[in-house]
């Protein structure tokens, strides 16, 4: 019995048809999903780059540094913890938005979004899915150098900081994500797409204190490096790793980390592009 038949539903078969509508949207998503993730795996470059080249870095960084301390916020910091966590940070920039923005400006320019759109499948099932994929690549890296990081070197992220620690890792995959999707609107072509992301990304890597130690880099860099969000999310992932007693969630840091996000978004609403670029 519906409405067309002169008889309002029961809150009981409304109810079940919410159910079944949550259901296929999460089934949809988790289809797409499966099938990202997939196509990921599948790709060694990505896969290099994503999670073998920081986990690399660490180690060719600390071999090269050695463990010396360097003093941050008042309180000094050992170099394999140092970088350990700007390295999260390295892999979170790369898995959420470089390769986000290129898998998107090379599916895009195949016409592969373009068909995508023009099936019964929603079109926001494409971007929570591609989203998902960049979150669980990231908490996966951040797992993965932690274990290498606990084993090889004594960094420890007390009980305590997990949540802190879980929580700027997901901010930033969801801040890099939203810039990624930005980024893709702006790419016109998938040859422009990787020398774009590097040319963007390298300087901020150099300023924010991922490859080279924060202390070592000039003060009027400092002051330019604050305003994007690399350096905060560092921050936010280091904070917990040497708080003695856990915690240290970094709330401005957070804040403006997210505020990133939010203007990334915003930027991809009005950009973001379903029919190759090529042929506007």
């Known amino acids: 019995m519906t409405a067309f038949d002169g008889v309002a539903p029961s809150p009981a078969v409304t109810a079940a048809q919410t159910i079944t509508r949550r259901r296929t949207a999460v089934s949809m998503v988790h289809h797409q999903l499966r099938y990202d993730l997939k196509v990921f795996w599948r790709n060694r470059q990505a896969r290099f780059f994503t999670f073998a080249l920081p986990i690399l870095m660490l180690v060719l960084f600390v071999s090269i540094f050695g463990d010396n301390k360097y003093r941050m916020g008042g309180q000094l910091v050992g170099g394999s913890t140092y970088y350990l966590a700007n390295l999260i940070g390295f892999g979170t920039v790369d898995a959420a938005m470089m390769s986000m923005a290129i898998g998107i400006v090379a599916t895009r320019e195949s016409g592969i979004l373009k068909r995508r759109r023009a099936t019964p499948q929603p079109a926001w099932v494409v971007i929570v899915s591609r989203a998902l994929a960049g979150i669980i690549a990231s908490v996966a890296l951040a797992a993965a150098l932690l274990m290498l990081g606990r084993v090889a070197y004594s960094v420890e992220l007390p009980v305590a900081g997990l949540g802190a620690f879980t929580l700027a890792v997901v901010v930033g995959t969801f801040a890099f994500c939203a ?29 924010s204190g991922v490859f080279v130690p924060w202390p070592f880099i000039p003060g009027w860099l400092h002051a330019v490096a604050v305003i994007f969000p690399v350096r905060h999310m560092a921050l936010a992932v280091l904070t917990p790793l040497t708080s003695p007693h856990g915690g240290g969630v970094r709330t401005a840091d ?21 029919t190759p670029r090529l042929q506007e």
């Open 254 to 274: 957070l804040l403006i980390t997210a505020l990133w996000g939010v203007a990334g978004l915003l930027v991809a609403v009005r950009t973001f592009k379903w």
């Open 179 to 207: 810039l990624g999707f930005a980024a893709s609107g702006l790419v016109r072509n998938v040859d422009a797409a990787q020398p774009v992301m590097m040319m963007v990304t390298l300087p901020l890597f150099f300023i």
